[in-house]
């Protein structure tokens, strides 16, 4: 069986057009199906069109998430109720072309555990996004041990015992693509062309965006936590041969009491370095505290299904 995890927040728009195409594509292949769509605490009808899905087709089901918990929390509640040997990921907004379902379960009847898909070209993306995207991969490729491919999103396909091995990582800061490399297996990737969105807008905007880099970085390397050190042993180094220099010189010259410019410099050079540094190890205090909280990643307060009906989880 296949199973095809949909997680949606204010997709009110898009979510009749996804859902016939998704149908469409699945129907064509002959094999049993589920989709699970994820409603992540959606502020818009989105909840009632989920509805009427799963009471018009008894193949979906829909898990309404008690608020919004996130994307990558949302993934994880349909990785949990899942079911089929091979599972897909696949945005509600059309950015991912249901289409290209067949050719993912192709590869992975080649025995793959891991098909992703890679974005050949990105229509709809600002160059500013095209541009900053390309350095956020290039740094986590350079600071990670895991590899990370570039330009792919969560759209993918993951064999029964990936999703298994997925879901025994329960970290709180769930960076997804960097998860996805982490449990290994035989990955592959297919090509296809990122569409535009197809209505509503992107619900990520270039603070979140940041915070998913930090969150991608933190999660996989404690890099900055070591060039921190480094550079401070390198500044310590480097003023050690400037005290020396100093001291020969007010033995040689006397002391005329100058270099109140170099005085304040290296005060407010060396505050800065010490702040970035103790903000360095904040990222990552925080989120030791946050993972020893221990919280489950999300509530399920209804589950829909046509056949057993509404359901307490
Ligand atoms: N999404 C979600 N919870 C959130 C934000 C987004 O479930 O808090 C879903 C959204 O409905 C969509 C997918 O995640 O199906 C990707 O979101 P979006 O298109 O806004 O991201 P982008 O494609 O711009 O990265
Ligand atoms: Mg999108």
Redesign the pocket.
């Known amino acids: 069986m296949l199973s095809v995890v949909?997680?949606?927040?204010?997709?009110k728009d898009v979510l009749p057009k996804f859902h016939d195409r998704l149908l469409c594509v699945l129907e064509s292949l002959c094999d049993p199906f589920e989709v699970i769509y994820?409603n992540?605490g959606s502020s818009d009808q989105s909840l009632e069109i989920l509805k009427s899905f799963c009471a018009a087709n008894r193949f979906v089901s829909c898990i309404d998430l008690s608020r919004?918990f996130?994307?990558e929390s949302?993934m994880t509640a349909g990785l949990d109720y899942s079911r089929g040997n091979a599972v897909i990921i696949i945005?509600?907004?059309l950015?991912d072309p249901p289409e290209i379902i067949p050719e993912l379960l192709s590869r992975w009847r080649e025995g793959y555990d891991n098909v992703y898909a890679t974005r050949r070209r990105r229509h709809g993306e600002t160059w500013l996004k095209r541009v900053t995207a390309g350095m956020f991969y290039k740094v986590i490729g350079g600071l990670s041990r895991v590899k990370i491919p570039a330009d792919t999103?969560d759209f993918r396909l993951l064999s029964r015992r990936a999703v298994d091995a997925l879901l025994q990582l329960r970290e709180q800061h769930r960076f997804m693509k960097g998860l996805f490399a982490w449990i290994g297996y035989d990955a592959v990737a297919l090509e296809y062309d990122r569409d535009p969105?197809f209505a509503g807008e992107?619900?990520?905007n270039y603070v979140k965006l940041w915070n998913f880099a930090l969150e991608g970085i933190t999660s996989f390397s404690i890099a900055p936590l070591k060039i921190s050190s480094y550079f401070g042993a390198f500044v310590a180094i480097m003023a050690g041969i400037y005290a020396v220099s100093v001291v020969i010189k007010t033995m040689i010259f006397g002391n005329p009491v100058a270099g109140y410019a170099s005085l304040m410099c290296s005060v407010l050079f060396l505050g800065g370095v010490q702040l970035v540094a103790i903000g360095i190890l904040g990222e990552y205090i925080g989120r030791m505290f946050n993972q020893t909280k221990n919280r489950p990643l999300y509530f399920v307060k209804r589950y829909f299904h046509a056949e057993s009906g509404e359901q307490k989880p």
């Open positions: 949909v997680p949606v927040y204010n997709e994820i992540d919004n996130g994307k949302a945005d509600a907004d950015q999103g969105r992107s619900k990520f």
